[in-house]
């Protein structure tokens, strides 16, 4: 039973990358500095355990719940690293305005990580680690205390193929506006 769940898993990650256009040329994880953050894409498939290799103690997903049902990529984060050191932005990446309800828990849980443990090292991705993962960077550096110029200068700089769509910063500013003060 296990070695047909593993393998319908496996059919599921292939056929999802395959439909997105993602595959094992991926760009590596882009580590921001010293901040602990990492952007990137999709893991290829069965690369998700070696995510510690690198360094990863917890992600944040930022694809949207059809694209993690398609791909499984979300269930082989959670077996991988367990569902407390996971957290799910389930976006769509359309350029408009990115509604705070589908990502402002996953920014806390970053940012909490990254505060309470000196050895959290959090890979935030999407699909291709282009525009919906940059947006969850930026916002979790603005929460840790960056401007917005030091926080975007950070993402573009570390993540060359990101693109800091201004309906999505703009979405993180105003909730930033209303937002509470992270708990210390």
């Known amino acids: ?70 791909s499984g990529d979300l269930a082989a984060e959670w077996a991988a690293f367990g569902p407390a050191r996971v957290a799910h932005a389930p976006m769509w990446d359309f350029g408009r305005r990115q509604r705070p309800r589908l990502w402002a828990d996953a920014v806390c849980f970053a940012a909490r990580v990254l505060a309470e443990d000196p050895q959290a090292r959090v890979l935030i991705h999407c699909s291709a680690g282009r525009r919906r993962s940059p947006m969850l960077a930026y916002a979790v550096l603005r929460l840790r205390g960056r401007t917005a110029g030091e926080a975007a200068s950070l993402v573009l700089s570390y993540r060359t193929e990101a693109e800091l769509v201004p309906a999505y910063m703009h979405s993180v500013e105003q909730w930033l506006a209303g937002a509470p003060a992270p708990a210390p």
């Open 1 to 70: 039973m296990e070695t047909l769940r593993a393998w319908r898993t496996g059919v599921q990650r292939r056929r999802g990358l395959r439909l997105s256009g993602l595959g094992p040329a991926m760009p590596p994880l882009s580590w921001i500095g010293e901040e602990r953050i990492a952007i990137g894409g999709v893991p290829p498939a069965g690369s998700v355990a070696g995510l510690a290799e690198q360094g990863v103690t917890h992600i944040v997903n930022c694809r949207s719940r059809v694209q993690v049902r398609w």
